[in-house]
């Protein structure tokens, strides 16, 4: 389902998803605004979260003032559209720090009641701005939702460390992109060590858009003893019905 109708008009057309992070790279600040409406709630990795139109205003400006001292392009590669929520997943090239990065990024629009809308981004700047401070875990987490067998049996075998046995949902040419955009192969056993580094990991899952081919999870992820922090799983089946691809979003 098309999100148009909950928004007043503008002349951003699409899903909201999938027109916020190029909105905000050609400086379509005013246009996106109109788009969001005031039933909005943004949540960013980078200048956290506003809930208010006297709140949004300046933050999708801070945004877009980032995105533009970068020389930012945005590069749209997917799209999922579920029950209550659409992701988009795409490549941000840009300057951070002097160096030319390319960083994967992906926007979750959650629709709920009373035409409120939550959108939610992921990717990891770095030390892109200076003061910012450590992104808190989701604020919206309701109960675990069912997820397919095989994402299930993924999940299951990180949180315990198990890592032959969250191996064993992925075919043998599968690979995991890293938050950075790095690529971990299972045939030569860099996937295995990828999830071997992360240990024990706490899930805990906050909803989920499946498309039948593309399932993007939310959840809070603590790794070890650091602190909870938001992200995003997209696991991608192959033909085999096995999984060809996982890409993981978080700060």
């Given at each position: 389902m098309n999100d148009?109708?909950?928004?007043?008009?503008?002349?951003?057309?699409?899903?909201?998803?999938?027109?916020?992070?190029?909105?905000?790279?050609?400086?379509?600040?005013?246009?996106l605004a109109l788009r969001l409406g005031n039933r909005a709630t943004i949540d960013d990795p980078l200048y956290g979260r506003a809930a208010s139109l006297a709140s949004i205003d300046p933050?999708?400006?801070?945004?877009?003032?980032?995105?533009?001292?970068?020389?930012a392009t945005y590069e749209h590669i997917r799209s999922t559209t579920g029950v209550d929520r659409d992701a988009a997943e795409g490549r941000l090239a840009?300057?951070?720090?002097?160096?030319?990065?390319?960083?994967?990024?992906?926007?979750?629009?959650?629709?709920?009641?009373?035409?409120?809308?939550?959108?939610?981004?992921?990717?990891?700047?770095?030390?892109?701005?200076t003061g910012r401070k450590p992104?808190?875990?989701l604020a919206s987490m309701g109960p675990e939702q069912p997820l397919a067998d095989l994402v299930d049996s993924v999940l299951a075998g990180l949180r315990k460390g198990a890592v032959e046995e969250?191996?064993?949902?992925?075919?043998?040419?599968?690979?995991?992109?890293?938050?950075?955009?790095?690529?971990?192969?299972?045939?030569?056993?860099?996937m295995g060590s990828f999830f071997s580094d992360l240990g024990e990991l706490q899930v805990e899952v906050g909803g989920s858009a499946d498309d039948g081919r593309t399932v993007c999870v939310e959840a809070n992820v603590t790794r070890g003893r650091r602190d909870v922090v938001p992200a995003l799983l997209s696991f991608e089946r192959g033909e085999s019905g096995l999984i060809r691809e996982l890409?993981?979003?978080w700060d």
């Open positions: 148009d109708s909950r928004s007043p008009p503008s002349a951003l057309k699409g899903r909201l998803a999938d027109v916020y992070v190029p909105a905000l790279v050609s400086g379509a600040v005013d246009a933050l999708l400006a801070r945004v877009a003032a980032y995105f533009a001292e970068g020389n840009m300057t951070i720090g002097g160096k030319a990065r390319e960083l994967p990024i992906a926007i979750v629009a959650e629709r709920r009641r009373l035409r409120e809308i939550e959108l939610r981004v992921y990717y990891s700047p770095e030390a892109g701005t992104r808190g875990p969250a191996l064993a949902g992925f075919e043998e040419g599968s690979r995991v992109m890293d938050p950075s955009g790095l690529a971990h192969g299972k045939a030569d056993g860099t890409r993981v979003y």
